[in-house]
């Protein structure tokens, strides 16, 4: 790896390693999941002036009033999905800055993701493609439709809150399959896991989290 992708300093390995140790004291424990988020760089994923706090358990602005999603909640919702099954295919909604896309792509076999901010969309896409993750399509548009054509999906994470969980990704979801959702407004948003048999769809409420809003249309 080249020393723009590897870091130094505030994004060599010994600050990425803080990291990971922070995510198992916050009970993360799968072992697969935490080696790629040591090896994933996400101080590519902010701009050069936040990229020195990109290994701090935090969210950083991106952007359009959008945010990179905090280690920890990327860590959480990605060994919700993990500890569902083996992924196949994936729908992410709300790209943003491509770095849970980065995470999800080396877990599972393909990731589809769907972002309506477009200028985020071709930043992550730029990111994906220095890291060369092939296996991610990516599509500007509002989540709020799915992505109908790959339909459907093993998993679906969703990166912004609605107020409620909505239909059309519920349709989207496969004979047997995961959905992670933050459902709610302000301050008030509960974490969902929503699971699907043959013969169930079960609801579950997993803790509180704090997403930035799911907004309908394009930008
Ligand atoms: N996991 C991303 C999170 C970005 S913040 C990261 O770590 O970078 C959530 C993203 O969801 C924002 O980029 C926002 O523009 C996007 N978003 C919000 N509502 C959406 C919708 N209806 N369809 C698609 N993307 C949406």
Redesign the pocket.
């Known amino acids: 790896m080249n020393q723009r992708i590897e870091g130094i300093g505030m994004t060599s390995r010994r600050t990425r390693e803080r990291m990971i140790a922070r995510l198992k004291e916050l009970g993360i424990s799968h072992s697969e999941l935490l080696r790629v988020m040591l090896e994933t760089p996400r101080h590519l ?1 902010v701009e050069e002036a936040l990229q020195s706090r990109a290994y701090e358990d935090t969210a950083l602005p ?1 952007g ?1 009033n ?4 905090q280690p920890y909640i ?1 860590a959480r919702m990605t060994e919700l999905l993990l500890e569902w099954g083996p992924l196949d295919k994936v729908l ?10 980065a995470i999800l792509a080396q877990l599972a076999k393909r990731v589809h993701s ?4 477009y200028p ?1 969309q071709q930043r ?1 896409r730029r990111c994906l493609q220095d890291l060369k993750l092939r296996n991610v399509r990516l599509k500007h ?4 439709w799915g992505w109908e054509e790959y339909a459907p999906y093993d998993a679906i994470l969703v ?2 809150a609605p107020s409620e969980i909505p239909e059309t990704l519920l349709a989207q979801m496969g004979r047997r399959s995961i959905m992670i959702i933050p459902v709610g407004q302000g301050r008030t948003q509960i974490l969902h896991r929503v699971t699907r048999t043959e013969v169930s769809l079960e609801v579950e409420e997993i803790e509180p989290v704090n ?6 249309g394009v930008l």
């Open positions: 994923f991106i359009f959008q945010t990179i999603s990327v992410e909604v709300g790209t943003g800055s491509g770095y849970q896309t769907v972002e309506r901010i985020l992550a548009s509002d989540g709020g990166a912004a997403f930035v809003p799911f907004l309908p």
